[in-house]
């Protein structure tokens, strides 16, 4: 990039007040301040590398659970100081509060339900499972795929849970290397679920092993899943595509395994927080992030790659100490307040996203894709609806977000709006008191996993008029705005809603009980369905009866 010649004291001088004014417009700047931010640091803009190398990582149910994102008692880690040395997004959202559907949306750029992510059935699923014979459709053009057809080599390791067999229980249909990856190494086609737990401490018989299971690629190699170096195996893997690939442009999506439970750390990372157990996971995740980041500085890659950390939705809150911490923030993992959605984000380019930069710009997961094809010049597809738009403007020209609106939706519901500071809320989940969580978790134990997952029915109440919450004033959604004092901004938010909403074509429903079949759940070794894996006495768990 081209450099000017200010002296380093003016320079910081220069941040020390554009960080003033951060604090209070985003990125929003006045008078000479702009004029000489866009000499010194915004000439870099028109010198981006092309087809940078992307990196995509992506925690599973985290919360605000490090210290740079406010957590008072995590220790000081890896992720943090990739926090210091790029830009923290505190309005960034999940697509959806729940697993599959944000991790679709992520990878496509789309909202859940235009893909398919819901049910006609009463179970009113919102998640593959195991033994789903559906999984994201074929015809969807994922950000490996899009980046793969300019060039790209393409890689991942860790959790998918977008589908994993149609036809019989090992011929794969729906894994990750029939969506454009060229590389797959170790991961889990499902999800690290309680039922995996190792330490006896909820599972007194072992893990379950017909709902815990390991890939290598396109091939399952253990089962129950062994957690113990799992995270250094999947760092190895990550490390090592980034190390043959120096020379060509690539993406790779480092989908930890950490933070759903069941929780684990390996021997090296026990007793490490002072926190606990959930601590100890932290760590050990952290310390898989800066791996990942002293190898891109070791090599120079890091002048050439970008990297974004976040988590697919918010932590879930009712496993108490197993669950992670919303901060301020009300409701957690399945919930479409602020703690299921808003998630903690980095994005970290030495040189081109500024270092220490706290931004309150609104941002979505599902932004990555069009970011991610703007940067590699290519093409955007024109045959479908994205909801994701390029953040290049606000990353590297000091621009607003592009978002005038983001809609959450709970499959093909509705749920709430977001524009500026406000949120609007048509539907919601009701929340549990502190003495029903108490019942639930006793001295902070979960006694059994808990989440709310239907979108309609009990427990879902649909609020006439909807609820106006002012997030710049009021985080935690604490108290409601009264309609009469804001109807300008409500009748905007809301018109604009029920457009959406009316407009809004789901896909055909993936995910009903009718497409599930028992025989299509992974065995390694039928019919014990057990390999590589000590010789104990597991838990059986007939398909149905969970």
């Known amino acids: 990039a081209t450099t000017l010649a200010v002296s380093s004291l003016l320079l910081d001088y220069i941040r020390f007040r554009l960080n003033i004014l951060k604090m209070s417009r985003g990125f929003q700047y006045a008078g000479s301040i702009t004029c000489v931010f866009v000499l010194v640091l915004g000439i870099a803009t028109a010198d981006l590398p092309e087809k940078p190398n992307i990196i995509l990582m992506l925690a599973d149910d985290m919360g605000w659970d490090t210290s740079s994102f ?97 036809i019989n229980s090992s011929d794969g249909s729906h894994l990750p290397h029939n969506h454009g990856f060229d590389f797959v190494g170790l991961n889990l086609p499902f999800s690290n679920e309680w039922y995996c737990e190792e330490i006896y401490q909820h599972m007194p018989d072992g893990p379950t092993p017909s709902k815990c299971f390991l890939y290598d690629g396109s091939e399952i190699i253990q089962q129950p899943i062994a957690h113990e170096n799992l995270t250094q ?27 759903h439970s069941s929780l684990f750390a390996s021997v090296e990372f026990r007793g490490k927080s002072s926190r606990g157990y959930y601590g100890d996971g932290i760590m050990e995740l952290a310390w898989s992030v800066g791996e990942i980041i002293n190898l891109l500085k070791d090599t120079g890659l890091d002048k050439n790659t970008m990297v974004i950390f976040t988590s697919d939705n918010g932590p879930q809150v009712l496993l108490c100490e197993e669950g992670g911490s919303p901060g301020m923030f009300t409701g957690g993992k399945s919930l479409y307040w602020e703690g299921g ?16 930069l706290i931004s309150s710009q609104l941002a979505t997961s599902m932004d990555i894709y069009p970011t991610a094809l703007d ?25 607003r977000s592009p978002h005038q609106f983001v809609f959450f939706y709970c499959t093909h519901y509705l749920f709430a709006v977001r524009h500026s500071n406000f949120k609007l ?60 004092n804001y109807e300008e901004t409500y009748f905007y938010m809301y018109n604009a809603a029920m457009e959406h909403q009316n407009d809004f074509i789901p896909g055909e429903p993936l995910l009903d009980s009718s497409d599930e079949d028992c025989d299509l759940a992974p065995c390694c070794n039928p019919p014990t369905c057990v390999c590589n894996y000590p010789d104990v006495n597991f838990t059986v768990i007939e398909c149905g009866d969970e």
């Open 70 to 166: 406010g957590h008072p008692t995590q220790e000081w880690n890896p992720i943090d100081d990739m926090a210091r040395e790029g830009t923290r997004f505190t309005n960034w959202y999940a697509p959806d509060s729940i697993c599959s559907p944000s991790r679709a949306a992520t990878m496509t750029g789309r909202l859940a339900a235009r893909i398919g992510l819901w049910s006609n059935s009463s179970t009113h699923a919102r998640v593959f499972s195991e033994v789903s014979s559906n999984g994201l459709p074929a015809w969807e053009y994922t950000i490996a795929e899009a980046l793969r057809d300019v060039g790209y080599s393409t890689g991942m390791v860790g959790k998918w849970h977008l589908g994993i067999n149609k």
């Open 233 to 259: 195996r999947l760092t190895q893997q990550a490390t090592d595509f980034i190390r043959s690939n120096q020379k060509n442009p690539f993406f790779f999506y480092m989908s930890f395994v950490h933070m």
């Open 341 to 356: 959605i808003r998630v903690p984000t980095v994005v970290w380019w030495p040189g081109y996203v500024e270092a220490g």
């Open 375 to 399: 940067l590699a010049g290519a093409a955007f597809p024109t045959d479908r609806v994205l909801d994701g738009r390029s953040l290049r403007g606000t990353l590297f020209e000091n621009k």
């Open 425 to 484: 809320i048509i539907r919601g989940h009701g929340l549990k008191l502190s003495h029903e969580i108490a019942e639930l978790c006793p001295e902070g134990i979960p006694v059994n996993i808990s989440y709310p997952l239907g979108c309609t029915g009990e427990g879902v109440y649909e609020y006439d008029p909807p609820m106006l919450f002012d997030l710049q004033r009021d985080p935690s959604e604490l108290y409601s705005l009264p309609l009469e």
